[in-house]
């Protein structure tokens, strides 16, 4: 079983920033990477970004590529979302997730989610 924890979430104004985290424990090895994922009301959850445990390759959607840095402590098995130039479109929930089999951004490779951390963009 896994656990992960978000936090660092709240409310930014419109070109600013934010920084998530997500603490994990548990039985993490079974998985190899961690990624983010947002949902807005009336909407689908998406894929944000991802990072391998090992190597640390990183994955980002096209919408916040150059915006979005997701980067990872292997010795704290915590992965952090550092979220730039934030407009309204970037309000939404952020989950964190484990991964242990399936396509990099498919919500449904993904099996131990956090509980979710809210993120609301103001203009």
């Known amino acids: 079983q896994v656990q992960l924890v978000e936090s660092g979430g709240g409310l930014v104004q419109a070109g600013g920033s934010l920084r998530l985290s997500c603490a994990a424990s548990?039985?993490?090895?079974?998985?190899?990477?961690m990624g983010w994922f947002r949902q807005a009301p009336g909407k689908e959850r998406e894929f944000v970004a991802a990072i391998m445990w090992s190597g640390g390759s990183t994955y980002y959607a096209d919408s916040v590529k150059g915006r979005f840095t997701i980067t990872r402590d292997n010795a704290k098995n915590t992965v952090y979302l550092q979220l730039i130039s934030l407009n309204p479109e970037g309000t939404s929930v952020y989950y964190c997730?484990?991964?242990?089999?399936?396509?990099?951004?498919?919500?449904?490779?993904?099996?131990?989610w956090g509980q979710g951390t809210q993120v609301t963009v103001s203009s």
């Open positions: 548990g039985r993490t090895f079974s998985s190899d990477a």
């Open positions: 997730a484990t991964r242990n089999r399936g396509h990099i951004a498919a919500t449904r490779a993904y099996k131990n």
